[in-house]
């Protein structure tokens, strides 16, 4: 009912940007919180960045400055625009919703995307 998809991942050199979509479709009246996570090989999925309904961001200690986490209520989408990339930003990036109204009235507490690989290296 819920489908979560990433676009914009790529290879850039260190210094460079990349701006990251999320695009949620299916059953949804509302979601609550959009959420992005990273998981580099052999490490443990991190919080990026988080950003309420009504558009309040949290970030991880690693991105504060460089990473700007924003969302469309509109088109149920949310973008993660990251500068200043380093080669430790390489992961695979993942998309999170979490409580979200559907029509009809049921709650789903949380979906995941499928990911979207970055990789920063000259």
């Known amino acids: 009912q819920v489908q979560l998809m990433e676009s914009g991942g790529g290879l850039v050199q260190p210094g460079g940007s990349l701006r990251l979509s999320c695009a949620a479709s299916g059953s949804i009246f509302r979601i609550n919180t959009m959420a992005w996570y990273r998981q580099a090989p052999g490490k443990e999925r991190d919080l990026v960045a988080t950003?309420?309904?009504?558009?309040?961001?949290g970030y991880g200690d690693s991105v504060k400055g460089r990473f700007t986490i924003s969302r469309d209520n509109a088109k149920n989408t949310a973008y993660l625009q990251m500068n200043s990339l380093k080669p430790e930003d390489t992961a695979v990036y993942y998309c999170?919703?979490?409580?979200?109204?559907?029509?009809?009235?049921?709650?789903?507490?949380?979906?995941w995307g499928q990911g979207t690989l970055v990789t920063v290296s000259s």
């Open positions: 999170n919703a979490v409580d979200i109204l559907l029509i009809g009235g049921r709650v789903r507490l949380d979906a």
């Open positions: 950003i309420t309904r009504s558009g309040i961001p």
